[in-house]
Nanobody
Framework: VQLQASGGGLVQPGGFLRLSCVVSGLTLAEYPIVWFRQATGKEREGVSGISRSGNITRYADSVKGRFTISRDTARNTVYLQMNSLKPEDTGIYYC???????????????????WGEGTLVTVSS
């Protein structure tokens, strides 16, 4: 099983990026996919997740209204559209497959079974 995240880069505040997570070795119908991010010196946090059916999505409060998660089952790819980016969105973004668990609304790591390499997002002027 492999998850390959891409699409990161340097963007100015207010800008946008679209991250992609290409999944191989399993289908999107088998596991939910969750995006996490980790800023320097901070713990990794859940950003957004999408269920196996694609009908249920979850977002961290900090990104609601700005980020949108979607998927293309034909391409076995999950996307994270990030708009109105802020400097605090800076970090390494990872996609992971596993059981999507929330605790007090926060997406949890411990349900994840497979992790991909991250892609760096830098929001700076």
């Amino acid at each position: 099983v492999q998850l390959q995240a891409s699409g990161g880069g340097l963007v100015q505040p207010g800008g946008f990026l679209r991250l992609s997570c290409v999944v191989s070795g399993l289908t999107l119908a088998e596991y939910p996919i969750v995006w996490f991010r980790q800023a320097t010196g901070k713990e990794r946090e859940g950003v957004s997740g999408i269920s196996r059916s694609g009908n249920i999505t979850r977002y961290a409060d900090s990104v609601k209204g700005r980020f949108t998660i979607s998927r293309d089952t034909a391409r076995n790819t999950v996307y994270l559209q990030m708009n109105s980016l802020k400097p605090e969105d800076t970090g390494i973004y990872y996609c992971a497959a596993g059981i999507m668990i929330t605790d007090q609304g926060r997406l949890q790591e411990h349900g994840m079974k497979y992790w991909g390499e991250g892609t760096l997002v830098t929001v700076s002027s």
